[in-house]
């Protein structure tokens, strides 16, 4: 597994909890909109120097007082697979575990969830089954995505799903990803936020998308599906 960046402490990856963040290089997709090219797209990840796993674990413990848990979040956790031993590591530390994952190996997750090495687990949901492809910027097994959300709604200790309303993506997308994941306990919507030149697919930083009232409004329509969720603004 290749350690690209940890943020040593946010307050808003894992709820209501301080934590690090660590992310992981190397992503199965390629969402144009995605603001971490620098760990999706092979050539830039090839560059990028790689953290000791040891001095990631070394520091996660020296400041264990102070954190209440860990984020793994990338890129794509999930297409390492010594993904499970560095969580047991993390287990070790007794902090609370987040996995953040696209769900695209269903494997590697079920793996993770069998042996509780997480606590909460946030997956994104890039668009309904028909647009998957598109918005993910390659050729997606929906089928394993749908495994995935299976696994997680059944053995996750907590989670969310939660969808960057991206340009292109309208009420009527968010109606239908409502409708195949209904009935899940969190669902919650994210803006999309331009950043000129650092996107996978820099065109898209000129693109609109909802803005948050709108995201709001579509939030209304689909709100009695979920237990809980929003829009996170």
Request: charged letters at 25%; aromatic letters at 6%; proline letters at 6%.
């Amino acid at each position: 597994m290749k350690i690209a960046a940890v943020v040593p402490t946010s307050l808003s990856d894992y709820p209501d909890r301080v934590a690090a963040v660590v992310f992981t290089a190397g992503c199965t997709f390629r969402c144009p909109f995605c603001h971490n090219p620098d760990l999706v797209l092979p050539d830039r990840v090839s560059c990028l120097p790689a953290i000791d796993l040891e001095d990631v674990i070394c520091d996660l413990t020296e400041r264990s007082g102070f954190l209440d848990a860990v984020v793994v979040t990338g890129g794509e956790p999930t297409m390492h697979d010594d993904l499970p031993a560095f969580l047991t590591r993390l287990r070790d530390l007794e902090l609370l575990v987040k996995l953040d994952t696209n769900g695209s190996r269903p494997a590697i997750l079920k793996e993770v969830l069998s042996q509780r090495l997480v606590d909460y687990v946030a997956m994104d949901i890039k668009a309904p089954k028909a647009r998957y492809g598109e918005l993910a910027g390659a050729t997606v097994d929906v089928a394993a995505i749908e495994q995935s959300i299976a696994a997680i709604r059944e053995a996750a200790p907590q989670y969310e799903f939660r969808t960057t309303v991206a340009p292109s993506l309208g009420v009527g997308d968010i109606e239908a990803i409502a409708e195949w994941i209904g009935g899940a306990s969190r669902y919650v919507l994210q803006p999309f936020v331009p950043r000129s030149g650092s996107l996978v697919d820099p065109q898209w930083a000129d693109r609109t998308a909802m803005d948050e009232a709108a995201l709001r409004r579509a939030w209304n329509r689909v709100a009695a599906a979920f237990d809980d969720g929003g829009v996170r603004a």
